[in-house]
């Protein structure tokens, strides 16, 4: 910014020198070490481990794309449900527990804290 | 004054949040996966509604039951429940093997509780005499304070400084994101009015803390627990004579412990490291460690609870976190008033008397609850991880979502999750960037102030003789591993 010495992209400045600088010597050590390039952990050749955290993940997409317009409830038990079937639950016990969860979710933060959580397509069943 | 304080603990409502949250945090210490902080980061979206005092006693209790709780599933599972416990897990678990379960689990017990007590009573006597200090400090002195904050959490407890480093920088662009600047110019928004409101930190921390920690867990979910040993009979027995031998390792590991938990950026599991290799150093029978020996259980347990109330010190009177708790807590006393400061003595010297009660009374709690929490081992870690982890899940979404209304929160959750846990794969610490999140915006705003002060001049931040004084011992942690570096023998090195 034009007239001031200490503007505010001084900070940034000096955190991008920084950063450029300790990222050149951690590919330097790298490379002395022979280090590869990618190594992945081992736990992704396995399988439910793997399906796990990509559940993990594509679920988290999931809510943040859908609870607007599919509403807190169904986004909470469709997801837990799934998360707890592909970690190794039965469908039955994760059925009733993702049911369980989401209204002791719903009691606790919706009807005691007043959280606003969106109802989406039960909207005109709110209460 | 103090009666007033005492009023305020000892009502009904904040004695049902304290049990409750003791509960909580014994549940959450005990279950392997879950962490002190992961408790903390999940107990702020719920204490958000609450009354200043009730709000802070959740988290001073649930994160002092959570350290303890840690040593339960360490001897019985040989996995730390936290990772303040997890210096001495292959001790503890070696006890187990020896038929001594009850000795380790006792010794956890009894001596995290003199540890707290031991942190707790240097909180109360240190924090208002520095602040009587702070009073008289400008930004220049402020400048050097976090400074060497920020650098001690660098360079003191890990192994890659260079890791350590660009954590930090990281947490410093994540502070610089809005319009939250000393010129009030928007930065990195890139026209996004969720961005120029600066990123909110609770969220990241929810991400960073328990997200992360939910992906380890998922990872896996396929290494069965196994239990070393079903019954538990009782643990207090032998005690005191254990009191009686090991006074100076009780006393060391909890000045140790509480000095490591002042310093920021390093908290309970450092402590715990720390406290465990100067057992061993100091023992007369170092041979034993390692086999079964309760010595650095005692030292080593007594350090890392102390080092929680230690982290409560520069949280308070500088606003600078000791540990990843107290950054989390920083944002807490901002929400409800309570603006840590060396003035916070004064204005709210009540509500401050009240959670140094707290502290008290969650320590001396933590004897009775503790036992409960190891009679009821058994059950405790036969919860199902395959339905625990996702109810987790759904509630660190939640609670992000809480803080803001915005969904934008859960984004947060998202990325910072993974961020925290691709950076603690690849040995990059997260301390660090949490520190440099919570303080970024701080060492911003007094450098800036005092550039302009001392007209660009920065002999001036060496002129005050506090702020040289400060100065200089920042100098010194950058330039001692150094230099130490540079003149070690090449063998010590690759060590």
Redesign the interface.
């Known amino acids: 910014?034009p007239g001031?010495?200490?503007?505010?992209a001084?900070?940034?400045g000096l955190?991008a020198a920084?950063?450029g600088t300790?990222?050149m010597?951690?590919i330097v050590?790298g490379v002395r070490q022979g280090a590869p390039w990618l190594a992945l952990?081992d736990?992704m050749s396995?399988r439910?481990?793997?399906l796990?955290?990509a559940?993990?993940?594509g679920?988290?997409?999931f809510?943040?794309l859908a609870?607007?317009t599919l509403g807190?409830h169904i986004t909470?038990i469709v997801?837990?449900a799934s998360?707890?079937r592909i970690?190794?639950?039965s469908w039955r016990?994760?059925a009733i527990?993702?049911v369980l969860?989401?209204v002791a979710?719903h009691l606790?933060?919706y009807k005691v804290?007043?959280?606003?959580?969106p109802w989406g397509l039960l909207e005109q069943y709110a209460f | 004054m103090l009666f007033e304080a005492l009023a305020l603990v000892f009502d009904p409502y904040v004695l049902w949040v304290i049990l409750a949250s003791a509960a909580f945090g014994l549940f959450v210490g005990a279950v392997p996966g879950l962490t002190a902080t992961m408790a903390t980061a999940l107990l702020v979206p719920v204490t958000f509604f609450m009354e200043p005092v009730p709000a802070i006693a959740s988290i001073v209790t649930a994160t002092a039951m959570a350290i303890f709780a840690g040593d339960i599933p360490s001897c019985l599972l040989r996995m730390p429940g936290t990772p303040a416990s997890a210096a001495y897990t292959d001790e503890a678990y070696a006890m187990t093997k020896k038929g001594q379960g009850e000795l380790a689990l006792g010794a956890g017990l009894v001596f995290s509780v003199i540890g707290g007590l031991f942190g707790t009573a240097v909180l109360i006597v240190a924090a208002p005499a520095l602040a009587e200090v702070a009073l008289k400090f400008s930004s220049f002195e402020y400048f050097w304070l976090v400074t060497l904050g920020l650098l001690c959490a660098v360079f003191i407890a890990f192994a890659n400084p260079l890791k350590g480093i660009v954590s930090l920088l990281l947490g410093l662009l994540v502070a610089s994101v809005g319009l939250d600047n000393p010129a009030g110019f928007p930065r990195f928004t890139f026209g996004n009015a969720e961005l120029a409101g600066g990123l909110t930190l609770i969220p990241i921390m929810i991400g960073m803390f328990a997200v992360s920690e939910i992906i380890r867990s998922v990872s896996r979910i396929d290494e069965p627990w196994e239990m070393a040993q079903a019954q538990i009979g009782n643990v207090f027995r032998g005690m005191w004579t254990l009191t009686k031998r090991y006074r100076m390792p009780v006393l060391r590991g909890s000045a140790l412990g509480t000095a490591i938990g002042v310093l920021p950026g390093a908290g309970a599991d450092i402590a715990a490291w720390m406290s465990y290799a100067v057992s061993k150093k100091f023992s007369k029978e170092p041979e034993k460690f390692g086999t079964g020996h309760v010595e650095g259980i005692i030292e080593a347990g007594a350090s890392n609870n102390s080092a929680l109330a230690g982290a409560w010190v520069p949280a308070l009177v500088f606003g600078i976190p000791g540990d990843s708790i107290t950054a989390i807590v920083i944002g807490v006393l901002y929400i409800k008033g309570l603006n840590p400061g060396p003035s916070i003595f004064m204005t709210n010297a009540v509500a401050i008397y009240a959670i140094f009660m707290v502290f008290i009374l969650a320590n001396l709690l933590m004897l009775p609850l503790g036992i409960a929490a190891i009679k009821s081992a058994k059950q405790l870690l036969r919860a199902p991880r395959e339905l625990l982890m996702p109810v987790i899940l759904l509630f660190c979404v939640v609670g992000s979502f809480a803080i803001n209304n915005s969904i934008f929160g859960v984004v947060l959750v998202l990325v910072f999750g993974v961020v925290a846990y691709l950076m603690e794969e690849n040995g990059f610490p997260v301390a660090p960037a949490i520190l440099g999140m919570v303080l970024g915006a701080m060492l911003e705003e007094h450098f800036i102030r005092a550039m302009i002060r001392a007209d660009g001049n920065f002999i001036a931040f060496f002129e005050r003789p506090i702020a040289a004084a400060l100065g200089v011992l920042a100098l010194a942690v950058v330039s001692v591993p150094l230099v130490r570096r540079f003149f070690a023998p090449r063998a010590e090195i690759s060590r």
């Open positions: 910014m001031q010495r200490f503007g505010p001084w900070f940034p955190i920084g950063l300790c990222g010597f951690l050590a952990p736990w396995r439910r481990p793997s796990g955290v559940g993990v993940l679920g988290l997409v809510y943040i609870a607007d807190f909470g997801l837990l998360w707890m970690l190794g639950s016990v994760a527990v993702a969860a989401t979710i606790s933060f804290l007043r959280i606003p959580l």
